[in-house]
């Protein structure tokens, strides 16, 4: 018999366009995963609500996130993709989960403080509770494990206590999701200016974004940042150096990539050149997802077929929890 595959739950938020940072850093492992785990991904509707986007952009960006997400190789057939906001039992789940969390601990979260300090007139409640929501998410599927950035490890803590404790007080019915990544650090991809990550919503010439025209990619890199060049033989690369080279890494040939760093060693390096051809392979690299992604994002029927099977696929799932969850609690009178 078949042994079960372990479940993965992750969420993609439905604002911003996606980036190189997000591919290498999240994506790429999804691509992975879904030959080796039960995977649930979901495109994040109702957190991105605590930021008030406006009606009308909202159904765009949940299509063209998804549209860029399996124009990047996920492949419906083998993933479970849904819209958050298509299964009722995260709610109902979010719901009995309140109840066990804390209004000091949350007021704690170094996220939530962030948003304070950002937006002070926007302090919604949706905002102080986004860890228990959060929770809902990975605990409905029963997920053991949740790939996630450093800046969302002590949310993802915050899913074990609320498992803790609903297990102590009720009976034993959720595992504690763990942390994932392929035994690697987790990638940071840096921004093109020389400060910090890509972002999505940063300073967007430094960012590269998968849905980014050949000749902007090309622009946008002849544009980063580099220095004078080495003055000794085998000095050490500044970041900025440093941050031309990994990019390099990621697109282009290993025979390309230790053909600069020889002429960097050997202080012959002409950052125009590099930049030059760094800008053609990351073309090679991000046209073909984005070509996929615009032909998937001007098909909303297939969309719409892909969120219908998820949203089936992740309600049974679901559904199955909630009713265990509720029997504990003792919500079950007829």
Known sequence: MATEKEIVVSGIRSTGFLHLGNYFGAIHNYIR???EYNCYFFVADWHSLTTHPDPKDLRGNVYRVLAENIGS????????????????EIAELYLLLNMLAYKGELEKVPTFKDKVRQNPENVNAGLLTYPVL?????LIHKAVKVPVGKDQEQHLEMSRNFAQRFNNRYGELF?????????????????????GKMSKS??????????????????KILKAKSDAGPTEMNSQKPEIIENLFALMKLVSAPDVVTGYEKAYNE??????????????????????????A????????????????????????????LGEARKLIGIHYY
Request: aromatic residues 6%; contains cysteine; hydrophobic residues 35%.
């Open 134 to 138: 959060m929770s809902a998410d990975i």
């Open 73 to 88: 190789g996920l492949d419906p057939e083998k993933v479970t993709l849904y819209a958050q906001s298509d299964i009722p």
């Open 33 to 35: 995963m879904q030959e």
């Open 175 to 195: 595992p504690e999701p763990q942390a994932f990544t392929y035994g690697s650090q987790l990638v940071k991809i840096p921004s093109l200016d020389g400060t």
């Open 267 to 292: 202080c012959t390096i002409r950052y125009g050149d590099m930049k030059k051809q760094l800008g053609e392979d990351m073309v090679k690299f991000i046209a073909p997802i984005r070509e996929k």
């Open 202 to 219: 940063e300073n967007q010439m430094a960012t590269l974004y998968l849905a980014d025209d050949d000749d902007l990619i090309r622009k």
């Open 294 to 321: 615009k032909s998937i994002q001007e098909d909303t029927a297939y969309l719409q077929k892909i969120l219908k099977q998820g949203a089936e696929k992740a309600r049974e799932s679901a559904a199955k929890t």
